[in-house]
């Protein structure tokens, strides 16, 4: 059998055209849920690092809900239940497809499968972010923490200036980990119906039924993705490792 006739079928232009649509749909959720889980999750450590004990307790029950429960139940939660408790107006604005033009561009409302995948994966991605991101700052010396105090900066300005820049360092790897964990994460999204690259390739199969190339080729593209990631992750770290660092 020539590689042609093995690969030809799922290669075709009507499904090179599905998976390029459902890979697109996989890059733009993950990247949208990785920037806001970005921000949630480093919101969340410094919660979980307030001196105030209900800040501190709140932002520790968040994360013990988030990273002890299956993403693929919060996603169905997200898409099934969470519905239910919104006002029926609110409800039909969610659930129902509309265009609206701005600056001469049309422009669609995002369906409903794609807000619940969003809405878990980043929920889900941050309260990892927020762990990452606390156990950057704990390498941090309390000693830097006197310092900003006895230069009067207030507790927004110790963060911003002394603590986050040199806590960064310790925190890149472990948040590429985490992105890379996001974008195949992001798979599970097949199952509120998101048409994901996942999902995608299932609608392949079923009508093509050339399950082992077509996985394959997803297989191939989460690889692509991921490594693009782990490049980035690569670059940063040697960027930010100092010289003297890379000789030894």
């Known amino acids: 059998m020539s590689v042609l006739s093995l690969w ?21 959720l993950s990247i949208e849920s990785i920037a806001l889980a970005l921000v949630l999750g480093l ?6 690092m307030s001196p105030l004990a209900p800040v501190r ?18 996603l169905l939660f997200w898409y099934f239940a969470f519905p239910g408790l919104l006002p029926q107006s609110v409800r039909l604005v969610l659930m129902t497809p509309a265009e609206w033009t701005l600056f001469g561009t049309v422009w669609e409302s995002p369906s409903w499968e794609f ?3 969003l809405i878990g ?3 889900y991605t941050a309260s990892y972010v927020a762990e990452e991101c606390r156990s950057g700052v704990a390498t941090v010396s309390k000693g830097q923490w006197r310092a900003a105090q006895a230069l009067g900066m207030t507790s927004g ?10 806590a960064l360092r310790a ?6 980990g985490q992105f890379m964990n996001a974008i195949k994460n992001s798979s599970l999204a097949m199952a509120v119906g998101y048409a994901e690259l996942f999902y995608v390739c299932g609608m392949i199969n079923d009508a093509t039924q050339r399950t082992f190339e077509l996985f394959g080729i997803v297989t191939v593209l989460y690889i692509a993705t991921v490594g693009v990631v782990e490049l980035l992750n690569a670059i ?5 490792t100092p010289l003297h660092g890379r000789r030894n």
């Not at 919101?43 to 979980?48: H, Y």
Request: glycine share 6%; aromatic share 6%.
């Open 8 to 28: 030809g079928e799922p290669l075709a232009p009507q499904y090179t055209d599905m998976i390029w649509s459902g890979l697109q749909c996989t890059l733009v």
């Open 43 to 48: 919101l969340l450590c410094i919660a979980r």
């Open 121 to 123: 994966l980043t929920l």
């Open 57 to 74: 307790g709140i932002a520790i029950g968040w994360l013990a809900l988030f990273r002890n429960t299956p993403l693929l139940v919060q």
């Open 236 to 240: 940063l770290t040697a960027c930010m």
């Open 115 to 117: 807000l619940a995948s």
């Open 171 to 176: 925190v890149v790897s472990p948040l590429m």
């Open 157 to 166: 300005q110790a963060w911003r200036s002394v603590i986050l820049p040199q």
